[in-house]
C-alpha cells in the first residue's frame, strides 16, 4: 500500500519545517517525514538537558495551526526512490510514500579532513560533538579542543561549555585578517552581527587562534592530546575531546537518486535549482543546504519559496526571492573569507586511515583516478557510510569525484529491501 499526499517534504530542519508550513498554508495535504524522531534537523536539535530550542518549537507549532494539513512522519528514514515515490524505513515496517510534489530539504553534513590519529577515540566532527553533547554524552570537566573553520566552531564551543566542558581553545584555520574582513562586514546583516556578539559573549576568555589547526592528535587507546600549527608556532596542547570539522557539504543523494541535475562548480556537488527552486525532475524541489551551504536564514526562506511553488502558488515564492538572494551573499562571504588553507589537504601520511568503515588507507588509494575503481581493490566507500565520509574526504583532497549514488541510500533491514523498488504498486 502507498500513502499519497500533494507534497512531501523529506527533511525536518529549518527549511523542511518553512517548507511544510508554506505549503499547507495553500491547504494541500502535506507529509513532513524525518530519520529522527524529533523536528529541528542538526542546527536545531533537541536537548536532554535544555530542550528544544524556542525556533524549532515556535516553528513546529506554526505547523500545528494548518488545521491538520501536515502529517509528521518521524523516524522515516528514506532508503531508495523513485518517479516521486519514496521507499522509506521505519522502527517497524517499510511503507511507500508518493506525491503530487515533493521538497527535499536534507540538509548537509560535515566536512572532515584527515590527520594522523583522527580515527582516535576522542576525536570528533565539530557538529557531531554538539548531537552527542545533547543527546546525554558526558563532556562535563572534560578538556576540549575545537578546531577547523567556520562558525561553527563557536557554536559547537558555545554547546560545549553549556554543558560543562573545559574549552581549551578555538582553532580556526582561517588568517586573521580575513576573520577580521569578515567581522567588519558583519554590519550589513544586523541579526547575524547580533548572533556573533552573544557567541563570543558566550566564550568569553576562551583563546580564538586564527591562522591555526590540528596537525596530529596523539593517543593509544584514546584521545590525550594534539598538535597545532599557529603563527606563533608549533603547539602541543593536552586534551581528553577534540572536535573539528572545515565546513559542510551539501546532503545530494536522494536527488541524485531522482534524477535531479547538479551543479558541479565546486568540490562537492549542490542540486542545481532555477529561481523557484525547482530541479531538474518535474515537480521536484530542493531547499536549504542541498542548494548549497548557506546557513539557517537561507534555509528558511528557501524552505518557504519551495512550499509555495510546489503547492502551485509560485507568487508566493516569487515574492521571497530578493530575501533569498540577500542570504545567499552572506554565503558568498563565508565562502570567500574562510576559505580552506592548502595546507589542511596535505596532513594525511600513507599509512592514515581514509575509509574509516574499511580500514582503508591512503596509500592503498595510490593509483586510482575514479571511486567504482578503487571501491572494487579496496572496498573503499562500501561501508555503513556509502562512501560519504571517505568520498567527500577524497574528493578535497583531489584524489577523485565521490562516486555515483545507489540504493540503499542507508543502511536498511532485508525486509526493506525485499519489498522492491519503490515505484512497483
Known sequence: MTERYDVLVVGAGPAGLAAARAAASHGARVGLLDAQARHGGQV???????????????????????????????????????????????????????????????????????FPGWTLPGVTGAGGIQALAKQGWPVRGKRVVVAGSGPLLLAAAATLRRHGARVLGICEQAPAAAVAAFAMQLWRWPARAVQAAVLRTRLAGIPYRCGSFVRMAHGRDALCGV??????????????????????????????????????????????????????????????????????????????????????????????????????????????????DARTRTLAGADTIICRCEDVTLAALDGFTDARAARLATRCGMGACQGRICGTTLAELDRFPHGGTRPPLFPARLATLATGDPSTP
Open 227 to 340: 598538535d597545532v600549527d599557529d603563527p606563533h608556532g608549533p603547539l602541543h596542547i593536552p586534551c581528553d575531546l577534540l572536535a573539528v570539522g572545515y565546513g559542510l557539504v551539501p546532503n545530494v543523494e536522494l536527488a541524485s537518486m531522482l534524477g535531479c541535475a547538479l551543479d558541479h562548480t565546486r568540490i562537492h556537488p549542490c542540486v542545481r535549482v532555477d529561481t523557484l527552486l525547482r530541479t531538474s525532475t518535474a515537480n521536484v524541489y530542493a531547499a536549504g543546504e542541498s542548494c548549497g551551504i548557506a546557513g539557517l536564514a537561507a534555509a528558511r526562506i528557501e524552505g518557504s519559496m519551495a512550499g509555495h511553488a510546489a503547492a502551485g502558488f509560485p507568487a508566493a515564492a516569487t515574492a521571497l526571492l530578493p530575501s533569498r538572494q540577500r542570504a545567499r551573499r552572506f554565503a558568498d562571504l563565508l565562502a570567500q573569507h574562510f576559505a580552506l
Open 44 to 114: 536545531w536539535r533537541h536537548d536532554v538537558l535544555h530542550g528544544t530550542p524556542r525556533p524549532a518549537r515556535i516553528a513546529f507549532d506554526l505547523l500545528a495551526r494548518t488545521r491538520g494539513h501536515v502529517e509528521w512522519l518521524p523516524q522515516h528514514q528514506v532508503i531508495s526512490a523513485d518517479h516521486r515515490t519514496l521507499l522509506v524505513e521505519t522502527p517497524r515496517a517499510a511503507v511507500r510514500l508518493s506525491c503530487g510534489s515533493m521538497v527535499l530539504a536534507t540538509g548537509a553534513r560535515e566536512l572532515l579532513l584527515p
